[in-house]
């Protein structure tokens, strides 16, 4: 049988990314496996808000908005997120939050295909893209429908105008093939809209090799912005001059600073802007994508497939009554590794009294996420060993891990 903490221990001294994990504020005995759901906080970060408020803000006042280019921030860090999902700088803007953008991107694509209304997705999607779809079918500008993931093409009929989904699926961990999608829909003359909240940062993704059209994304997971990062959205080039979304907000105006009565759209993605950015957030989440972009996507990808193929293999062995229900190719899957159990959530509250931060999605399953930036395969497997040992023990079954807080 594998030594599996010596192996552990192997793997850490060997990996090249080892050294990035100085520049997180994290503890050397936690170990933060939930940077899937908030990322860690990178140490530049606290100095660049301090900077930004002391002297951008504090003397620089509103003349920063120029001086700073504080305006032009959500151009900018688009353009750096782009290289992570293979887009090109002018597709990207920071904008809003992953909710508002999919508000904004399905009613684009609804106005794009003409007589056609139904917008497509899964049953147990992540609940805000559902949610969206809803808002818009309450209002009578759209259809919504669902399809199993094995029945997804077959739904594709002349009625769809947009297929959304998420890359990653955030309970299973399980990744869609955007390409062999996004082929299929615009084959039936449907446009494609893909959530990469759960990708964007640790897996391989192609948005313009694969001819997406829109795509939105999380500021505060693997690209470490902060709780409540602003999201980004995707527009590719060829839909720039038919690109018409529904919050006609002054900072989505062609010359916001003219104060016209009338609204006239500012070209490509700027239109996706609505009210003014939230610059302290912005600049928080440019720490983190310039931390991811130094770093590089290849690198990222190779560690998080390394650090998820570990953990799989050591909870086979040391909890073969723990059944994983991601994906067992790595290919197939993000960077997270989810499992099944009647007490998740209890199981979950356990790890956390012993410093193993993991987290819980209802009703059972227990997740652990690998944020390669920062996450050490000595993590992993204190994760493994830790778990089996509240199961053994029966630690799990205390009262108080059983109460359950608003956030789970």
Known sequence: MTDWKAEAERLDKADPLARYR???????????????????????????????????????????????????????????????????????????????????????????????????????????????????????????????????????????????????????????????????????????????????????????????????????????????????????????????????????????????DDYRPAPGVDQLLCGTPPILSMSALEVGVDLMTGIGIDALVKKSRQLSEFTRAAMAQALPELPCISPDEPERRGSQLSFRHDHAYELCQALIARKVIGDFRAPDILRLGFAPAYVRFADCWRAVSELRDILESGEWQKAEYAERAPVT
């Open 22 to 260: 100085g520049d997180f504020l994290l503890d050397d005995d936690l170990a933060y496996l939930d940077g899937n759901s908030l990322g860690a906080l990178p140490r530049a970060t606290p100095a660049r808000i301090e900077g930004v408020v002391q002297e951008e803000w504090g003397k620089g006042l509103i003349s920063s908005w120029n001086t700073a280019n504080w305006i032009d921030l959500p151009q900018r860090v688009g353009a750096k997120i782009a290289p992570l999902v293979g887009a090109h700088e002018n597709e990207i803007v920071v904008a809003d939050s992953v909710s508002v953008n999919l508000f904004k991107l399905i009613s684009a694509a609804l106005s794009m295909r003409d007589g056609r209304k139904v917008v497509l997705s899964e049953p147990g999607n992540f609940p805000t893209d559902l949610y969206m779809i809803d808002g818009l079918e309450g209002q009578g500008l759209a259809q919504r429908r669902l399809a199993e993931r094995d029945g997804i093409e077959a739904a594709l009929d002349n009625d769809v105008a947009l297929l959304l989904l998420t890359h990653v699926h955030y309970k299973s961990g399980e990744m869609f093939d955007m390409a062999r999608l996004t082929k299929a829909a615009h084959d039936a003359g449907a446009l494609v809209l893909w959530d990469l909240s759960h990708s964007v940062g640790a897996v391989p993704v192609d948005l313009n090799g694969a001819g997406a059209d829109f795509a939105v994304g999380c500021g505060y997971k693997y690209l470490n912005g902060g709780p409540g990062a602003p999201g980004f959205a995707f527009v590719a080039q060829r839909h720039h001059d038919g690109l018409q979304q529904p919050l006609s907000g002054w900072m989505g105006h062609a010359k916001p600073f003219e104060f016209s």
